[in-house]
């Protein structure tokens, strides 16, 4: 009977042309945009879920508050002396690392010289916290040199081409010297960071020496903990105040003032949204969306294939009357309707995948992402498939089954009219599929609204043919010179120095007081500040 059931099916298909390509279509779009928000969700919710130990790992932020207790700011970095006090305090943590941006060092080899935006510093256990192979190296020693680097595979090539990259030298900022220890793995897209180099904290610490690793000023440092499995964080968190009141330089009075939080490692991505992240992080509200649009979508596509089935299905009724007569249950014919609909879904799915990978390059450009149906993720992405082709195959002919197999084989024979082509449910399933479709193309329009609005609302300055350069330390010293010699081209109509960009987030911020005579009181917010140059205005308009 199942070779029965499979030749009527292609028959079927193969008579009516026009039907089957239409409906096939129309599942395979459908099933096709479903399986690339799938791919997408799939992605976001994979995040530095890859290191070994990622359960166990927590990143330490700091909290700032106003005198009335509302947050002031909270930052994803701390001061260089708390993960230290942390680790000293807390015995039963494994690891403590901290990580720093470089702030774009000048990098020289030979006559090659480069500023490298993706340059960080690290203790040199971050190899034992972190699940970042290396390639070539030793990763207890790598960075265990004050000037040791570990760098990429595309990097050393950049640098080296083909010669052995490990024993090369590469000059930092004219300070110091760094020699290649390792070249490590490239860090995978679905992580919360990415490295190209990473450098010792301990030539930081040489370089920049105790004051700075000792201020509770300078948050700037990412730092992790590695905790024992099934480790009670809570107890953690419920000691923090202790902390601050034993280690923070004015004592217990600084408990209203700051206080420390942990985040799990694989919730930074999508649940972290603090005033200073290493990268912009995704949003949980996206997945829950995407998620949603992708099952509206397969539903408008369920509902075209059960309209489109039961508007034919008085064309098939003889056929169900005749399988009755010689002894067809209704059960049966059920397993057939729903196998010919399974079949057509199987069929859709096909073309979904190659529509697939002919979007996906366009998908992946639009979203900064680099998803592949080939990937780590493939035995989610084949199980999620085998999914939507079976709810497709079920659900979209669930009703053109139950219905059609209702049939009284007397009536059907004697060529009476069966159902109606006003059925009540079939309007009830068109003016479903309206609504979702308006609601998703309204949608679509107030997002795209809202993204005019953002590119061309007026800022109150002058965004347009201003252009931002990274000035590094020998940059800032000479900064006069450079500007007046910048001046003197005529097509450059100013030059302005900020330590921050108006599309920057405002982190740097003081506290403050109003003076009223001899008497001062003390603001009850922060003042953010950001230092300029007296051009600055102007330039900006």
């Known amino acids: 009977m199942l070779k029965n059931y499979l030749k009527i099916a292609l ?36 995040y530095d879920k890859y290191h070994e130990e990622a359960d166990q790992i927590y990143r330490v932020t700091r909290e700032w508050f106003n005198s009335d207790g509302t947050t002031s700011l909270h930052l994803g970095h701390v001061a260089p002396p ?22 774009n060092p000048l990098l020289r080899h030979q006559n090659k010289v480069f500023q490298e935006e993706r340059f960080y510093f690290a203790d040199p256990n971050i190899f034992e916290i972190f699940t970042l192979p290396l390639l070539k190296g030793d990763p207890q020693n790598a960075l265990a040199d004050p000037n040791g680097v570990v760098l990429t595979p595309a990097m050393a090539q950049k640098y080296f081409g083909d010669e052995e990259p490990l024993g090369q030298v590469l000059n930092i900022d004219s300070r110091a010297d760094l020699k290649v220890t390792g070249v490590m793995r490239e860090v995978p897209a679905n992580s919360h960071f990415h490295f ?13 020496g105790d004051d700075e690793f000792k201020n509770w000023g300078s948050n700037n440092y990412a730092t992790y903990l590695l905790f024992p499995k099934n480790y009670q964080v809570e107890n953690f968190k419920k000691a923090i105040p202790e902390i601050i009141g034993r280690h923070h330089p004015n004592g217990k009075e600084a408990i209203p003032q700051t206080t420390l939080h942990l985040q799990r490692l694989t919730d930074i991505h ?29 539903l408008i596509a369920c509902i075209n294939f059960m309209n489109l089935a039961t508007a034919r299905s008085a064309n098939r009724a003889k056929e169900v009357g005749l399988r009755k007569v010689v002894g067809a249950e209704r ?14 879904a ?12 002919v979007v996906l390059p366009k998908f992946n450009a639009f979203t900064a992402k680099e998803l592949a149906l080939r990937s780590q993720g493939m035995l989610f992405i084949l199980a999620s498939l085998l999914g939507v082709t079976l709810f497709v195959g079920i659900v979209a002919g669930s009703y053109p089954a139950f219905f059609l197999s209702h049939f009284q084989p007397v009536a059907v024979l004697k060529g009476q009219k069966i159902g109606s082509t006003r059925s009540r449910f079939r309007s009830i399933l068109v003016v479903f599929q309206f609504a979702i479709s308006i609601i998703l193309i309204v949608g679509m329009g107030i997002v795209y609204n809202q993204l005019e609005y953002c590119r061309n609302k007026n800022l109150g300055l002058n965004k347009e043919h201003i252009v931002v350069l990274p000035a590094d330390q020998n940059i800032v010293q000479r900064y006069p010179d450079i500007r007046n010699q910048l001046l003197q081209y005529p097509h450059i109509a100013g030059v302005a120095a900020s330590k921050r960009v108006p599309s920057g987030r405002l982190l740097d911020s003081s506290g403050g007081s109003v003076i009223d005579g001899e008497k001062s009181e003390p603001l009850n917010f922060r003042i953010a500040n950001v230092r300029v140059d007296h051009s600055f205005i102007d330039t900006y308009g």
Not at 27 to 39: E, P
Not at 346 to 357: F, G
């Open 11 to 46: 028959r079927n298909l193969l008579r009516h042309k026009g039907y089957s390509l239409i409906n096939i279509l129309g599942l395979a779009v459908g099933m096709a945009s479903c399986i690339l928000i799938l791919l997408y969700v799939h992605d976001e919710l994979s």
């Open 331 to 344: 059960r049966q014919l059920i397993r057939q309707f729903l196998g010919e609909t399974i079949v057509m």
């Open 196 to 208: 190209d180099f990473l450098g010792s904290m301990k030539l930081l610490e040489q370089v920049l």
């Open 346 to 357: 199987l069929i859709a799915l096909l073309l979904a995948v190659v529509l697939v990978e």
């Open 270 to 298: 999508l649940h972290s949204h603090l005033d200073s992240e290493i990268e912009a992080n995704g949003n949980i509200v996206y997945v829950y969306i995407f998620s949603a649009i992708a099952f509206f979508l397969l």
């Open 82 to 103: 708390i993960g230290p006090l942390l680790k000293n305090d807390f015995p039963e943590i494994r690891q403590m690392v901290r990580i720093t941006d470089g702030n």
